[in-house]
């Protein structure tokens, strides 16, 4: 399974995006890459996943660049309660995810 | 729809204690995952189901975790005895399958400490 860097932290003014960035240039073409969340004392929360082409949710988009080797999770208007450690997994066939150090998302009011 | 569920939430023992959490996944869920998350440390995967059957344990500490997954839908992981170590938290996940694509739902946790 390819593994991801991500920074340890970043921070965001409440009501503008958030941009959460992600190396994974291992990767390899089956290969999804995952994003999940985790508020503090609560479980991990699935937020969306992608394997070639961008994605949108009701929560987040998902940019991956065309090589494959980054991508880019936005929170388009990012609240207070977005504050929690973020992280990018890349999964592979048996689509277990390894879990990294994550990026701690900081939104400032 | 119900999510995954787990208990109990927290859980305070002595150290050499034995204890066990309890894990029901989404409806329909075949596949089911044991986590273990250190304070400050992303979740490392213990041990993976498909159905009844403990398809991934390597990660599992055999000599004194357990698990088991019994009629193919809830689940059990014991620790016994527990050791001073084991302090953390314990996240049960399920999914449709093990795939490429598929997405893996997680529990609250239940949050262990050893006295």
């Known amino acids: 399974d390819a593994k991801t860097t991500q920074p340890p932290s970043m921070d965001c003014a409440e009501g503008r995006a958030a941009n959460l960035p992600c190396n994974h240039s291992?990767?390899?073409?089956?290969?999804?890459v995952y994003w999940y969340r985790q508020i503090h004392s609560q479980g991990p929360q699935y937020i969306i996943h992608?394997?070639?082409n961008n994605e949108t949710n009701e929560m987040a988009s998902l940019i991956i660049t065309e090589d494959r080797k980054s991508s880019t999770l936005i929170l388009p208007h990012a609240t207070l309660r977005d504050t929690a450690v973020y992280y990018c997994?890349?999964?592979?066939?048996?689509?277990?995810?390894?879990f990294g150090q994550g990026t701690t998302l900081q939104v400032k009011p | 729809e119900a999510g995954v569920v787990q208990s109990p939430r927290y859980k305070i023992i002595e150290k050499k204690q034995p204890v066990a959490f309890w894990c029901n996944p989404i409806?329909?869920?075949?596949?089911l995952y044991w986590y273990l998350q250190n304070l400050g440390q992303g979740p490392e995967l213990l041990i993976r189901?498909?159905?009844?059957?403990?398809?991934?344990d390597s990660q599992l500490p055999k000599d004194r975790f357990s698990a088991e997954r019994l009629k193919g839908v809830d689940s059990t992981l014991k620790i016994q005895p527990a050791e001073l170590g084991d302090s953390a938290v314990y996240l049960c996940?399920?999914?449709?399958?093990?795939?490429?694509?598929?997405?893996?739902?997680f529990g609250p946790g239940t949050r262990l400490l050893v006295l």
């Open positions: 992608g394997l070639k």
């Open positions: 291992t990767i390899s073409g089956n290969e999804y």
């Open positions: 189901y498909e159905n009844e059957e403990a398809v991934d």
């Open positions: 996940a399920s999914s449709t399958g093990a795939f490429s694509g598929e997405t893996q739902y």
């Open positions: 409806s329909g869920h075949n596949t």
């Open positions: 997994i890349v999964s592979g066939n048996t689509g277990k995810l390894i």
